[in-house]
């Protein structure tokens, strides 16, 4: 876990803002920005996780730094909602951290392998609607209300290493199609997501004031959480440091994103793969 006295005090007397608060790294850039002195707005679509990720991290953390709010980054009304409900609370987020995504893991797929062959028009819209769309509005009301009462912030989008590198299709091979031809595969659906996160984060970076809003993007690799040997293997085999990211490894980089440390970079995507796109 991090914590220097020097960290202990970066972000002290701020808010930061988590979309997907719930799901796998939401809670770590949570712990990254109370370490560094931060208050934290944890949210999610899905309450009942929401409500137990907030209740593991107000285990360590004072429980006064630490709120929760419901929220549907697909919605501009429910988007719209939170930012007003904190406004009344007199909580004015000078952080935000999009890190809300769909990416279905293979035996969590509803429509077939996740080939272009099986992907619905719904499930199409659905992931664009949350991954991108919600990045989208979540940035705009986040500008909105930092504005509005003449603050600075920061923004970091949270992409993927494969929003600038083709994913190897053969690492999802299942043992009953080896061959690849009619297996698993990463479904397109998040690799145009995830570049858009990355455009949208360079757009947006020439669109504000630059003395108001700073805005970065996160590419991470991907995060070992027990998956299948057979397939941490054949990821951990294209990538220079010969294995997975821990869950923990990405704490130190939004730390570093969020805060003044970073105050010369505006429009970067940030990539943390364990050199997987240098090959």
């Known amino acids: 876990m991090l914590g220097s006295t020097y960290s202990r005090s970066l972000l002290e007397g701020q808010f930061g803002l988590i979309t997907g608060g719930a799901g796998l790294l939401g809670p770590r850039h949570a712990i990254a920005l109370l370490e560094a002195g931060a208050s934290v707005v944890l949210t999610d679509v899905n309450e009942t996780a929401l409500t137990s990720a907030s209740a593991h991290l107000k285990d ?17 009304s429910s988007v719209t909602g939170v ?6 609370a007199g909580i004015t987020p000078s952080i935000l ?3 809300a995504a769909i990416d279905a893991k ?5 429509d077939g392998t996740g080939r272009l062959e099986d992907i619905s028009y719904e499930r199409w819209r659905k992931e664009f609607d949350v991954g991108l769309y919600g990045t989208f509005i979540m940035c705009r009301e986040f500008a909105n209300s930092l504005l509005a009462v ?31 031809i009619s297996g ?13 996160v990355v455009a949208l984060t360079k757009y947006l970076a020439t669109y504000w004031p630059s003395e108001t809003i700073r805005i970065n993007a996160l590419s991470p690799g991907g995060v070992y959480v027990g998956q299948d040997p057979a397939f941490v293997s054949r990821l951990s085999s294209l990538i220079p440091l010969n294995r997975m990211a ?20 505006h429009g970067h995507n940030l990539i943390i793969d364990g050199g997987r796109s240098i090959w």
């Open 83 to 88: 930012f007003q409900d904190l406004h009344s």
């Open 60 to 76: 360590i953390y004072p429980k006064e730094k630490i709120i929760t709010r419901v929220l549907d980054v697909s919605s501009s």
């Open 246 to 265: 821990n869950v923990d490894e990405y704490q130190g980089a939004i730390q570093f994103l969020a805060s003044s440390m970073s105050s010369y970079m």
């Open 150 to 180: 003449q603050e600075e912030g920061v923004i970091v989008n949270i992409a993927s290493d494969l929003s600038i590198i083709a994913p190897n299709q053969s690492i999802y091979k299942s043992e009953d199609d080896l061959s690849g």
């Open 184 to 196: 698993p595969v990463k479904p397109v659906t998040y690799c145009l997501v995830k570049a858009g």
């Open 106 to 110: 293979q035996n969590q797929i509803s």
């Open 97 to 99: 951290i999009n890190n």
